[in-house]
């Protein structure tokens, strides 16, 4: 009877899944796994904060992996402080998919309801990367390193004031013309979305706030930052109109917010354009 019963046992230990170490990367994965992707880096070679994975750039990941049909196959989310955080090794039949990967920083995960439409919780915009591309499964274990794309425009507003009224508690900016829903397929944002952000003050003047732009370039039509007291009473408001942006830069606007003067946005023709390491270029107007 011992003998039969460490028989079964043996049987049962022998079917269990055991996990492997994937060589390129020291990730534990399931043992029947036969697709690893890995996200390492984004389309950029350098920036100043010296780091290309995206793991370091976005706190969350979300994969969905459809057939032919544009039946969703596979879901997959991941967060930062999970053990295997930019790894993810799946079991797929041989057959081509079409693979959607979005990287953000969202407080929870994406919702990827096709090739064509992506939207984040609350309708928050961050940091964005995405990969939409083929899958081409065969019999062969494979893995792949994939490069993200930033999905985003970002827009940079710098205040010049010496001084912010010791009433203001935070700035609200609310926006029109951009959009918080994405299609990977198209690598645009795909519905026309108002937007709004609250940010507190910040020390050094810097507010930054991102869109998903419909076009590789294309405008926020309409921009109303609004200081705000702790009791959400407004302090000062200011308009802005046809703001330029553009997928992977920053469009920057300066000048003082407090100051004398000014309801609606003025631009006194002034352009420049830098190179900043981390986007494609900043372009920079004043107010």
């Known amino acids: 009877m011992k003998k039969l019963m460490f028989f079964f046992l043996a049987l049962l230990l022998a079917a269990?899944?055991?996990?492997?170490?994937?060589?390129?990367?020291?990730?534990?994965?399931?043992?029947?796994?036969?697709?690893?992707?890995?996200?390492?880096?984004?389309?950029?070679?350098?920036?100043?904060?010296?780091?290309?994975?995206?793991?370091?750039?976005?706190?969350?990941?979300?994969i969905a992996i459809f057939d032919a049909e544009g039946t969703k196959v596979k879901t997959v989310a991941q967060k930062e402080g999970d053990a295997s955080y930019g790894t993810v090794a799946l079991s797929l039949a041989a057959g081509t998919y079409r693979l959607v990967v979005i990287a953000h920083s969202c407080d929870g995960s994406a919702t990827i309801t096709s090739t064509e439409k992506v939207t984040f919780p609350n309708n928050k915009v961050t940091d964005t990367f995405y990969y939409y591309g083929d899958l081409v499964v065969t019999a062969e274990k494979q893995s792949y390193d994939l490069t993200l794309t930033r999905a985003v425009a970002m827009f940079r507003l710098v205040l010049t004031d010496d001084e912010i009224p010791s009433t203001v508690a935070k700035l609200k900016f609310y926006y029109l013309g951009g959009?918080?829903?994405?299609?990977?397929?198209?690598?645009?944002?795909?519905?026309?979305?108002?937007?709004?952000?609250?940010?507190?003050?910040?020390?050094?003047?810097?507010?930054?706030?991102?869109?998903?732009?419909?076009?590789?370039?294309?405008?926020?039509?309409?921009?109303?930052?609004?200081?705000?007291?702790a009791n959400d009473n407004t302090v000062k408001e200011r308009v802005f109109e046809n703001i330029p942006?553009?997928?992977?830069?920053?469009?920057?606007?300066?000048?003082?917010?407090?100051?004398?003067?000014?309801?609606?946005?003025?631009n006194d023709g002034t352009f420049r354009l830098t190179v900043d390491p981390d986007w494609d270029a900043v372009n920079g107007y004043t107010f």
């Not at 990730?27 to 697709?35: E, G």
């Not at 890995?38 to 969350?60: D, G, M, P």
């Not at 994405?182 to 050094?204: L, W």
């Not at 942006?245 to 003025?266: L, P």
């Open 179 to 229: 959009s918080s829903t994405f299609s990977p397929k198209d690598g645009y944002g795909c519905v026309n979305s108002k937007q709004t952000e609250i940010r507190p003050v910040a020390t050094d003047g810097i507010y930054e706030i991102y869109t998903l732009p419909h076009t590789e370039e294309d405008v926020l039509t309409k921009l109303t930052v609004t200081a705000l007291d």
């Open 245 to 266: 942006i553009i997928r992977n830069q920053v469009t920057r606007y300066t000048g003082s917010f407090f100051g004398s003067g000014g309801g609606n946005s003025t």
């Open 16 to 62: 269990c899944e055991k996990p492997v170490i994937d060589d390129t990367t020291g990730k534990m994965v399931a043992a029947d796994a036969n697709v690893i992707l890995h996200f390492t880096q984004y389309q950029q070679e350098a920036f100043t904060r010296s780091a290309t994975e995206i793991t370091n750039l976005c706190s969350r990941l979300n």
